[in-house]
């Protein structure tokens, strides 16, 4: 640090006593449908049965410990089918010289993987609050 330079202190007041405010903050209340509702403001019927756990922008977070151990249980159970699938696949092209050749000589297959994988995440984007 150069020695020109003074230090400054710093201030001692705070932003918050500073009170300018030209308008009364907003509003608090829910002004929108309650959850009796239902989505879009249309009423529940008899034959909706999905749970309430999950109509209304709930979090899994949120949910009983019962839901949460379920939802944890599917994570896994995906997460495993696609892991044994893999392996599968892998130790196919790893022990068949016939289908290796195949994959190998037809290079379309790893197009159509790749459209396929950016397709399905561009419909799991769109679909995503379904």
């Known amino acids: ?10 201030p001692q007041r705070d932003s ?12 608090y209340q829910a002004t929108g ?7 879009l403001g249309a009423p529940r019927t ?7 756990d999950f109509k209304f922008g709930g979090v899994v977070i949120e949910a009983t410990i ?3 151990m379920s939802f944890i249980r599917k994570v896994y159970t995906i997460l495993t089918v696609q892991l044994l ?3 599968a696949l892998s ?18 297959m790893m197009w159509v993987s790749l459209i396929g994988a950016i397709g399905f995440m561009l419909l ?4 995503r609050k379904s």
């Open 124 to 127: 799991t984007f769109w679909k």
């Open 66 to 68: 019962d839901i949460r």
């Open 1 to 10: 640090m150069a020695s020109s330079t003074r230090y400054q202190p710093a």
């Open 91 to 108: 130790m196919l092209s790893f022990f068949s010289k016939g289908y290796r050749n195949w994959i190998q000589s037809n290079s379309w």
């Open 46 to 52: 008899e034959d909706d049965n999905v749970p309430d």
């Open 33 to 39: 449908p309650g959850p009796e509702q239902g989505i």
């Open 85 to 87: 699938l893999t392996a």
């Open 16 to 27: 918050f006593d500073e009170q300018n405010y030209t308008q009364a903050p907003p509003n």
